[in-house]
C-alpha cells in the first residue's frame, strides 16, 4: 500500500528549483481530485507548488445559453479546451526571472469562472493542475497533456465519490433532488468519459478515504 507521504514525495521529486515542471491530477466527478491536489501544493510549500486547476475554463453560463449546452455543464464540451492548452504551455515554459502568469479560477458560489484568480510565480517550480478530461485525446486536451510531466488518475468507489457529489451540488445551492438527479445523470455522463482514460495515466491513486493531514492510504498502480 502506497502512503500519501509517498504521493507527495513523488511530487516533491518533480519540483526540481530552477525547472518547471506540471503535474496533472484527474479522475471523474467527485472522485476527490481538488482534495488530493489541495493537499500535496499544501504539504510541499508556495516556494516549491502552486495548484492550478482546469474548471477555471468553464465556458461561462452566457456563453453555456447561447449554445444551448447549460444543461449539460461540466461536459468535455463545456470548457475551453485551447485556453487550458494554451496556459499550460505558458506555465510549462515559463522560467525563474520571467513575469508571474495568472490563471482563471471556477468560483462554485456563483457557478462562473473568474478571471486572473491565481497568481502563478516564475520560481515555482512545480505546478499541479487538476481536472476531468486532462487524458481526453480529443481537441487540444493532448496539447496540454504533452506539457506534463506526469498525470495521475484518481479511482474511488462510485457510492463515495457520487454521495459526495450530491453533497456538494446541494451545498452550492440545489435542492437535494436536483443535486440527486444532476449527480446521477449529467455528472454520471461525464464520468463515463473520463473512466474512458484512466488507462493512459501514469500513476492510477485509488483512495480509500479523505486525504485531509495526508494520513489515508491510498493504493496505487504505477
Known sequence: MTTTAELVDRAR?????????????TGPPGAGKSTLADAIVAALGPDLAVGVGMDGFHLSQAVLTAHGSAD???????????????LIGRLADARPGDPPVYAPVFRRDIEEPVAAGVEV???????????????????????????????????????????????????????RD???????????????????????ADLVVRLTGSV?????????DG
Request: with cysteine.
Open 178 to 200: 436536483d443535486a440527486e438527479r444532476w449527480a446521477h445523470g449529467s455528472d454520471e455522463v461525464n464520468a463515463a468519459v473520463v473512466r474512458a482514460t484512466r488507462d493512459a
Open 212 to 220: 485531509p493531514g495526508l494520513l489515508t492510504d491510498q493504493g496505487c
Open 121 to 175: 510565480p516564475a520560481d515555482v517550480p512545480l505546478v499541479v493542475t487538476e481536472g476531468n478530461y486532462l487524458l481526453a485525446d480529443v481537441g487540444a486536451w493532448p496539447a496540454a497533456r504533452a506539457r506534463m510531466a506526469e498525470v495521475w488518475y484518481v479511482d474511488v468507489p462510485d457510492d463515495r465519490r457520487l454521495a459526495r457529489l450530491v453533497d456538494r451540488h446541494h451545498a452550492f445551492g440545489k435542492a
Open 13 to 25: 521529486a518533480l519540483a526540481v528549483p530552477g525547472r518547471r515542471t506540471v503535474l496533472g491530477i
Open 72 to 86: 449539460r455543464k461540466g461536459a468535455i464540451d463545456t470548457f475551453d479546451d485551447v485556453g487550458y492548452a494554451a
